[in-house]
């Protein structure tokens, strides 16, 4: 079950994330690859992931460039689903 997380909170657990950020109620990060089509294959991944968790992010896709926000709408903030979620996205290699 997840529930929504204190600023504080989130603020800890990022600390457990390179370089995610929170801000507007979600988190975020913008991930870099050589290629576009590295990008597209990371994509594809994250995608499998969200699937597994039932759980969306906001995908950007910009050239070689992509940014990830995650949030709960049904909890209208940052629950330790999205932290779980970036987690196992922090997995892809």
């Known amino acids: 079950m997840s529930i929504l997380l204190s600023e504080t909170k989130i603020e800890t657990s990022l ?3 390179e370089n995610w ?5 979600k988190i975020n990060k913008v991930f870099t690859f050589e290629s576009y089509m590295k990008s ?3 994509i594809n991944a994250v995608a499998k992931i969200a699937e597994k968790f039932n759980h969306h992010p906001d995908l950007k896709v910009g050239y070689c460039k992509i ?3 995650i949030t709960s709408h049904d909890f209208g903030g940052v629950t330790t689903s999205c932290i ?8 892809i290699k």
């Open 40 to 42: 597209i294959d990371f």
């Open 67 to 69: 940014n990830i926000e």
């Open 84 to 91: 779980d979620l970036a987690l196992s996205i922090e997995s």
């Open 15 to 17: 600390a457990e994330l």
């Open 21 to 25: 950020q929170y801000e507007n109620k």
